[in-house]
Protein backbone atom coordinates (compact mmCIF):
# COMPACT_ATOMS: atom_id res chain seq x y z
CA UNK A 1 0.00 0.00 0.00
CA UNK A 2 1.45 3.90 -0.76
CA UNK A 3 2.57 5.40 2.48
CA UNK A 4 3.96 8.63 3.37
CA UNK A 5 6.21 9.15 6.59
CA UNK A 6 7.48 12.61 7.69
CA UNK A 7 9.51 11.41 10.80
CA UNK A 8 9.66 15.09 12.77
CA UNK A 9 6.33 15.91 14.29
CA UNK A 10 7.22 19.56 15.42
CA UNK A 11 10.64 21.48 14.65
CA UNK A 12 11.85 24.34 16.36
CA UNK A 13 14.05 26.82 14.98
CA UNK A 14 15.21 30.35 15.50
CA UNK A 15 15.27 32.68 12.73
CA UNK A 16 18.20 32.25 10.03
CA UNK A 17 18.65 28.41 10.40
CA UNK A 18 18.50 26.06 7.93
CA UNK A 19 15.86 23.78 7.66
CA UNK A 20 15.62 20.07 6.66
CA UNK A 21 12.62 18.14 7.11
CA UNK A 22 12.20 14.54 6.09
CA UNK A 23 9.58 12.28 4.07
CA UNK A 24 9.78 9.00 2.94
CA UNK A 25 7.54 7.23 0.74
CA UNK A 26 6.24 3.60 -0.34
CA UNK A 27 4.81 3.61 -3.67
CA UNK A 28 5.96 0.90 -6.42
CA UNK A 29 5.03 2.94 -9.37
CA UNK A 30 5.87 5.39 -10.95
CA UNK A 31 5.97 8.78 -8.43
CA UNK A 32 4.83 12.15 -8.52
CA UNK A 33 5.69 14.37 -5.07
CA UNK A 34 4.71 17.18 -3.25
CA UNK A 35 4.87 19.18 -0.35
CA UNK A 36 1.74 21.70 0.54
CA UNK A 37 2.18 24.25 3.52
CA UNK A 38 -0.63 25.76 5.47
CA UNK A 39 0.32 28.53 7.33
CA UNK A 40 -1.99 29.42 10.11
CA UNK A 41 -5.49 30.06 9.65
CA UNK A 42 -4.78 29.94 5.64
CA UNK A 43 -5.76 27.03 3.51
CA UNK A 44 -3.70 24.03 2.19
CA UNK A 45 -1.40 25.48 -0.72
CA UNK A 46 1.12 23.65 -2.94
CA UNK A 47 5.11 24.40 -2.27
CA UNK A 48 6.58 22.38 -4.61
CA UNK A 49 6.01 19.25 -6.79
CA UNK A 50 8.01 16.43 -8.46
CA UNK A 51 7.10 14.71 -11.92
CA UNK A 52 10.16 13.46 -13.69
CA UNK A 53 13.55 14.86 -14.68
CA UNK A 54 15.88 16.99 -12.50
CA UNK A 55 15.66 15.36 -8.97
CA UNK A 56 16.45 19.10 -7.26
CA UNK A 57 13.26 20.84 -7.29
CA UNK A 58 12.61 24.67 -6.44
CA UNK A 59 9.47 25.95 -5.17
CA UNK A 60 8.27 29.22 -3.86
CA UNK A 61 9.37 31.09 -1.04
CA UNK A 62 12.87 29.74 -1.40
CA UNK A 63 11.92 26.57 -0.52
CA UNK A 64 13.63 23.49 -2.21
CA UNK A 65 13.18 19.78 -2.15
CA UNK A 66 15.52 16.98 -3.65
CA UNK A 67 14.10 13.84 -4.93
CA UNK A 68 16.61 10.10 -4.28
CA UNK A 69 15.03 7.81 -5.67
CA UNK A 70 17.56 4.97 -3.60
CA UNK A 71 16.33 6.11 -0.60
CA UNK A 72 12.28 6.87 -1.15
CA UNK A 73 12.95 10.19 -0.42
CA UNK A 74 11.84 13.65 -0.61
CA UNK A 75 13.11 15.71 1.59
CA UNK A 76 12.42 19.71 1.72
CA UNK A 77 15.10 22.24 2.58
CA UNK A 78 15.46 26.00 2.48
CA UNK A 79 19.26 27.81 3.84
CA UNK A 80 17.75 30.00 6.23
CA UNK A 81 13.87 30.31 7.68
CA UNK A 82 12.05 33.31 8.51
CA UNK A 83 9.34 33.70 11.31
CA UNK A 84 6.91 34.10 8.25
CA UNK A 85 7.76 30.46 7.68
CA UNK A 86 6.05 29.08 10.47
CA UNK A 87 3.63 26.74 9.39
CA UNK A 88 2.52 22.66 9.45
CA UNK A 89 4.16 21.03 6.12
CA UNK A 90 2.93 18.14 4.75
CA UNK A 91 4.88 15.92 2.26
CA UNK A 92 2.47 14.35 -0.45
CA UNK A 93 2.79 11.50 -2.95
CA UNK A 94 0.29 10.85 -6.27
CA UNK A 95 0.34 7.64 -8.06
CA UNK A 96 -1.76 6.56 -10.95
CA UNK A 97 -3.80 8.43 -13.51
CA UNK A 98 -6.65 9.61 -11.09
CA UNK A 99 -4.87 12.61 -8.99
CA UNK A 100 -5.84 11.64 -5.45
CA UNK A 101 -3.17 12.91 -3.49
CA UNK A 102 -1.19 10.53 0.03
CA UNK A 103 -0.55 12.42 2.56
CA UNK A 104 2.09 12.05 5.37
CA UNK A 105 0.56 13.19 8.95
CA UNK A 106 2.56 16.68 8.71
CA UNK A 107 5.45 18.63 10.67
CA UNK A 108 4.53 21.29 12.42
CA UNK A 109 7.10 24.20 12.35
CA UNK A 110 7.53 26.89 14.64
CA UNK A 111 10.55 29.64 13.80
CA UNK A 112 11.07 32.24 16.84
CA UNK A 113 12.38 35.55 15.94
CA UNK B 1 -14.95 32.76 -7.97
CA UNK B 2 -11.30 32.81 -7.12
CA UNK B 3 -10.03 29.89 -5.38
CA UNK B 4 -12.29 26.68 -4.28
CA UNK B 5 -15.58 27.51 -0.96
CA UNK B 6 -16.87 24.98 1.47
CA UNK B 7 -19.68 25.80 3.20
CA UNK B 8 -20.81 26.03 6.41
CA UNK B 9 -17.20 26.59 7.69
CA UNK B 10 -18.24 25.20 10.84
CA UNK B 11 -21.00 22.57 11.49
CA UNK B 12 -22.06 21.05 15.16
CA UNK B 13 -24.52 18.04 14.75
CA UNK B 14 -26.02 15.69 17.26
CA UNK B 15 -25.21 11.77 16.61
CA UNK B 16 -27.31 10.28 14.31
CA UNK B 17 -27.92 12.93 12.25
CA UNK B 18 -27.90 14.19 8.60
CA UNK B 19 -25.22 16.94 7.06
CA UNK B 20 -24.51 17.84 4.02
CA UNK B 21 -21.25 19.62 3.15
CA UNK B 22 -20.90 21.76 0.03
CA UNK B 23 -17.66 22.85 -1.95
CA UNK B 24 -17.96 25.13 -4.82
CA UNK B 25 -14.57 24.26 -6.61
CA UNK B 26 -12.43 26.93 -9.14
CA UNK B 27 -14.54 28.14 -12.40
CA UNK B 28 -13.38 25.70 -15.26
CA UNK B 29 -11.82 23.24 -13.13
CA UNK B 30 -13.38 19.25 -14.03
CA UNK B 31 -12.01 17.62 -11.28
CA UNK B 32 -12.71 17.68 -8.00
CA UNK B 33 -11.55 16.03 -4.38
CA UNK B 34 -12.65 15.58 -0.94
CA UNK B 35 -10.52 14.72 1.52
CA UNK B 36 -10.83 14.53 5.28
CA UNK B 37 -8.20 15.59 7.90
CA UNK B 38 -8.50 14.37 11.61
CA UNK B 39 -6.61 15.96 14.19
CA UNK B 40 -2.90 15.69 14.52
CA UNK B 41 -3.05 13.57 10.95
CA UNK B 42 -2.72 14.65 7.16
CA UNK B 43 -5.48 14.78 4.62
CA UNK B 44 -6.56 11.35 3.72
CA UNK B 45 -8.47 10.96 0.45
CA UNK B 46 -12.08 10.58 0.12
CA UNK B 47 -13.46 10.54 -3.18
CA UNK B 48 -13.00 11.71 -7.06
CA UNK B 49 -15.04 13.71 -9.80
CA UNK B 50 -14.00 14.11 -13.32
CA UNK B 51 -16.92 16.31 -14.21
CA UNK B 52 -20.37 14.80 -13.25
CA UNK B 53 -19.09 10.94 -12.49
CA UNK B 54 -17.44 9.80 -9.38
CA UNK B 55 -13.88 8.62 -11.00
CA UNK B 56 -12.68 7.01 -7.80
CA UNK B 57 -15.33 6.39 -4.26
CA UNK B 58 -12.17 4.10 -2.80
CA UNK B 59 -11.44 6.57 -0.08
CA UNK B 60 -15.51 6.81 1.44
CA UNK B 61 -15.08 4.84 4.88
CA UNK B 62 -18.73 2.98 4.35
CA UNK B 63 -22.17 3.51 2.74
CA UNK B 64 -22.90 6.18 5.17
CA UNK B 65 -20.68 8.89 3.40
CA UNK B 66 -22.26 10.18 -0.52
CA UNK B 67 -20.87 12.74 -2.32
CA UNK B 68 -22.70 14.05 -5.50
CA UNK B 69 -21.73 16.45 -7.94
CA UNK B 70 -24.77 16.82 -10.91
CA UNK B 71 -23.59 19.56 -13.07
CA UNK B 72 -20.00 19.08 -12.93
CA UNK B 73 -19.07 22.20 -10.80
CA UNK B 74 -20.75 22.62 -7.68
CA UNK B 75 -20.49 18.84 -4.95
CA UNK B 76 -22.04 17.85 -2.16
CA UNK B 77 -20.59 15.54 0.36
CA UNK B 78 -23.55 14.16 2.14
CA UNK B 79 -23.34 12.00 5.69
CA UNK B 80 -25.55 9.79 7.07
CA UNK B 81 -25.90 8.50 10.63
CA UNK B 82 -23.44 10.80 11.71
CA UNK B 83 -20.89 9.04 14.55
CA UNK B 84 -18.26 10.79 16.67
CA UNK B 85 -16.05 9.40 14.93
CA UNK B 86 -17.03 11.46 12.03
CA UNK B 87 -15.31 14.25 13.57
CA UNK B 88 -13.14 16.23 11.32
CA UNK B 89 -12.07 18.86 8.98
CA UNK B 90 -13.53 18.07 5.44
CA UNK B 91 -11.37 19.34 2.47
CA UNK B 92 -12.22 20.20 -0.79
CA UNK B 93 -9.78 20.43 -3.90
CA UNK B 94 -10.14 20.81 -7.31
CA UNK B 95 -7.55 20.74 -10.34
CA UNK B 96 -7.86 21.70 -14.04
CA UNK B 97 -8.19 18.46 -16.45
CA UNK B 98 -4.18 18.83 -17.67
CA UNK B 99 -2.71 18.69 -14.09
CA UNK B 100 -4.80 16.59 -11.93
CA UNK B 101 -2.29 16.87 -9.14
CA UNK B 102 -1.95 20.26 -9.19
CA UNK B 103 -4.82 20.44 -6.59
CA UNK B 104 -6.49 24.19 -5.17
CA UNK B 105 -7.53 23.45 -1.98
CA UNK B 106 -10.73 24.93 0.21
CA UNK B 107 -10.40 26.53 3.93
CA UNK B 108 -12.50 23.02 4.63
CA UNK B 109 -15.40 22.22 6.56
CA UNK B 110 -14.95 21.62 10.49
CA UNK B 111 -17.93 19.30 11.85
CA UNK B 112 -18.35 18.22 15.24
CA UNK B 113 -20.52 15.30 16.09
CA UNK B 114 -21.88 15.42 19.67
Known amino acids: AQSVSQHNHHVILSEAASLELGCNYS??????LFWYVQYPGQHLQLLLK??????LVKGIKGFEAEFIKSKFSFNLRKPSVQWSDTAEYFC???????????FGKGTKLSVKP | GAGVSQTPSNKVTEKGKYVELRCDPISGHTALYWYRQSLGQGPEFLIY????????DSGLPNDRFFAVRPEGSVSTLKIQRTERGDSAVYLC????????????FGPGTRLTVT
Open chain 1, 27 to 32: YGGTVN
Open chain 1, 50 to 55: YFSGDP
Open chain 1, 92 to 102: AVGGGSQGNLI
Open chain 2, 49 to 56: FQGTGAAD
Open chain 2, 93 to 104: ASSSGTDYYEQY
